[in-house]
T-cell receptor, first 117, second 111 residues
Framework: EVQLLESGGGLIQPGRSLRLSCEAS????????MSWVRQAPGKGLEWVST????????YYADSVKGRFTVSRDNSKNTLYLQMDRLRAEDTAVYYC???????????WGQGTLATVS | QSALTQPPSASGSPGQSVTISCTGT?????????VTWYQQYPGKAPKLMIY???QRPSGVPDRFSGSKSGNTASLTVSGLQAEDEADYYC???????????FGGGTKLTVL
């Protein structure tokens, strides 16, 4: 069974940094691209970032480009999201998701809430 | 402002069918057969219900079906059940800088 467990969320002041982690189990982590998707309170889903299985290629939404950095450690089955220069509009539940490679996400973590205030 | 447009709400009585639309552009839904649908209960993570326009992951009831015509995708839920009451989001691969785009979500109410 695929399990994704996010951590690292919390209350942080604007302009500061936060690092989210996602521990994966139940599948061959190093074989799959992984993504972060966020959901602001009461709002819809927003794709944030995707990293290729090898970690070589990364993709970002325009709203976070230049401020967020996605990375992974395949030896630890862990995905990361380094969030710098945080803004109030970055407040959201951040989900770690396993990317299908065809625009979809077939497994999701429970999410971690980051509040910028 | 979400990239894909969904109606904010939809409803139907138990046993009925309901269809939720999702309108995009020639750069996302119209360009690829990579449309997805997710079900989300309050306070829970989304769950993949449909991928590749009309494919169901293992374990998703066949009451859920998807289709696409031009720049518009649709999710149909047949034989509505109480447990189908949830928020539904569409998504599409968009390539380039946008990568993946989502709709704003539709709240499905079972009357």
């Amino acid at each position: 069974e695929v399990q994704l467990l996010e951590s690292g969320g919390g209350l942080i002041q604007p302009g500061r940094s936060l690092r989210l982690s996602c521990e994966a189990s139940g599948f061959i982590f190093s074989s799959y691209a992984m993504s972060w998707v966020r959901q602001a309170p009461g709002k819809g889903l927003e794709w944030v970032s995707t990293v290729a299985a090898s970690g070589t290629y990364t993709y970002y939404a325009d709203s976070v480009k230049g401020r967020f950095t996605v990375s992974r450690d395949n030896s630890k089955n862990t995905l990361y999201l380094q969030m710098d220069r945080l803004r109030a509009e970055d407040t959201a539940v951040y989900y770690c998701a396993k990317y299908t490679g065809r625009g979809g996400f077939d497994s999701w973590g429970q999410g971690t809430l980051a509040t910028v205030s | 402002q979400s990239a894909l447009t969904q109606p904010p709400s939809a409803s139907g009585s138990p046993g009925q069918s309901v269809t939720i639309s999702c309108t995009g552009t020639s750069g996302d839904i119209g360009a690829y057969t990579y449309v997805t649908w997710y079900q989300q209960y309050p306070g829970k993570a989304p769950k993949l219900m449909i991928y590749d326009v009309n494919q169901r992951p293992s374990g998703v009831p066949d009451r859920f079906s998807g289709s696409k015509s031009g720049n518009t995708a649709s999710l149909t839920v047949s034989g509505l059940q109480a447990e189908d009451e949830a928020d539904y989001y569409c998504g599409s691969y968009a390539g380039g800088n946008n990568f993946v785009v989502f709709g704003g979500g539709t709240k499905l109410t079972v009357l």
